[in-house]
């Protein structure tokens, strides 16, 4: 039977990805490498980087993706071994004791996104959680979304972790890699049976708009983050003034008089138009041009507007009382229309950020496992994306998708990666769910598990062209080992000076 097999994130082989950091420090007995991927230094502008604009570089982020040809045979039999008593590190947060009944799958608020930059120069994430660690600063991902693959095994540029990231925004902080620590056969020899990555991240920093400030238009076009454009109306005389200091300010419209119409014309306007004596009185009466409008109205003047006076009405001087009578008929018409005036307000929201703390502090930490049995019922958290390799696409990849089953009993078997002891899972999610955590013994109300595997690979196992299944590396002793050696780096804080 036919079956097709890629790493879940996926590797660019013709590519490669940009490599970053130091050269793997291989410890004494060969089991962890241990990376940097940013210094002190080098942490500020990679959060400038992601933070600026808005965000705009995390929105443009595409998932990891790697195609992988030349897989030709699954084998699943044998598996793994066990290479001593299983055990496990409390999660961040079990101490805590959660009564309620909860039907939902409620999503663990350690999961989120892994972003770095590729080597073709274009961004790439994948899937990872916050995981239990001394200093509360690590993460829990797949190596190949750690070390480039392709590229000597270099690790990748400007690694950052950003939790429960959704659509540009950042909920609980931006945290910036420091330290990838993974097995030294992954590092060395590219064994997928030791796909996993564990990295420390610096203290974190959130993002928030300010109120708009209000600027120039140059200011306005050289800024690159949001802005907005606000048309305020002024009078003829404000707007010859702004046209004489060059200023930004235009008209709308044009200037028309009143034009007469009939009284059934849509949108007509009765208006009222003053006539002699002889005209009013020769006038109709009812709806219509020309029509009486009301009677005729008497006004009270002084002898000398008396005297002035030379309308259309009469004037009576009655015993010294002076008055002028005026009389209307009707006018229907389409309204004037007049140019109207306006000037141009330009607002820039500026960016700042602030220091958000520990991510174990922000999100909590999933808990650690190995030496575990198979066939046991775990849950799966991560960020699927992109097709299926019959070109269907169920995922977006903006919100996170859990699966929940069973892990296989035997071991799954790809020699052209090394693979002879990976644990599956059925799961039909694609491309940006590598490094996904494989949680066991998951609570539902706590949103707390331990992490007992990493999504690496999909496969197809019934040869339709649609991922089925993926895999992880099998948690033994020696993962362990690296997990250890990194729950126990600080990575410390490079937020100093930033608002709390």
């Known amino acids: 039977m036919k079956r097709i097999l890629l790493p879940a994130s996926g590797a660019l082989l013709a590519t490669g990805l940009l490599a970053a950091g130091l050269a793997g420090t291989a410890q004494a007995d060969e089991v962890y490498s241990a990376d940097q991927l940013a210094s002190d230094q080098k942490a500020a502008e990679i959060l400038d980087f992601w933070t600026k604009s808005d965000n705009a570089a995390l929105k443009s982020a595409k998932a990891y993706y790697w195609d992988n040809k030349d ?19 409390a999660p961040i947060g079990e101490e805590k004791k959660v009564a309620a009944k909860v039907t939902n799958v409620n999503l663990p608020k350690t999961i989120g996104k892994v972003f770095f930059e590729g080597r073709d120069g274009n961004l790439y994430w994948c899937s990872g959680t916050s995981i239990q660690a001394k200093y509360r600063n ?7 979304c750690v070390y480039d693959i ?3 095994d270099e690790v990748v540029s400007r690694w950052v972790f950003v939790p429960g990231y959704y659509q540009g925004k950042a909920p609980w902080g931006i945290y910036v890699g420091k330290q990838a620590f993974t097995h030294y056969d992954f590092d060395v020899y590219e064994d ?43 009078t003829k005389a404000e707007y010859d003034k702004c046209k004489l200091e060059l200023g930004e300010c235009y008209a709308d419209g044009e200037d028309k008089d009143a034009e007469a119409v009939g009284p059934d014309y849509p949108g007509a306007v009765l208006t009222k138009q003053e006539v002699s004596k002889a005209t009013y009185d020769a006038a109709g009466v009812g709806k219509g041009n020309g029509n009486k409008i009301g009677e005729p109205v008497v006004e009270h003047v002084t ?4 005297d002035a006076y030379t309308g259309l009405g009469t004037k009576s001087d009655a015993g010294g009382n002076y008055t002028i009578t005026h009389y209307y008929v009707q006018k229907w018409v389409k309204p004037a229309e007049v140019k109207k005036y306006y000037v141009n307000e330009y607002y820039i929201f500026a960016h700042f950020i602030k220091s958000v703390g520990r991510l174990g502090d922000n999100v909590g930490g999933q808990g650690f496992a190995w030496n575990q049995p198979t066939g046991k019922y775990v849950r799966t958290f991560g960020y699927p994306a ?59 109300a706590k949103r707390l598990g331990y992490v007992n595997g990493v999504t690496s690979m999909l496969f197809d196992a019934d040869s339709n062209d649609r991922w089925d299944h993926m895999s992880t590396p099998y948690f033994d002793g020696e993962t362990n080992t690296v997990y250890t050696a990194a729950a126990n780096v600080w990575s410390g804080d490079i937020t100093w000076g930033l608002p709390k």
């Open 150 to 152: 392709a590229a000597n």
């Open 386 to 444: 992109n097709a299926h390799p019959d070109g269907s696409k169920p995922y977006s990849g903006v919100t996170p998708k859990w699966c929940y089953g069973k892990t296989a009993a035997k071991g799954t078997k790809v020699p052209s990666l090394k693979i002879e002891e990976h644990v599956s899972l059925k799961c039909a999610v694609t491309g940006g769910y590598s490094g996904a955590p494989w949680l066991l013994k998951y609570s539902n």
């Open 192 to 234: 997928f049976d030791r796909d996993y990555a564990f990295v420390t991240v610096y203290n974190g920093v959130g993002g928030f708009l300010n109120k708009p400030t209000k600027v120039t238009k140059a200011e306005f076009d050289k800024y690159q983050g949001k802005k907005d454009i606000k048309r305020i109306e002024i």
């Open 303 to 306: 002898k000398a507007q008396y």
């Open 71 to 89: 897989v030709k045979k699954i084998v699943s039999k044998g598996g793994y071994v066990a290479d001593g008593k299983p055990g496990a590190t």
């Open 138 to 144: 690590l993460v829990a991902t797949a190596g190949h």
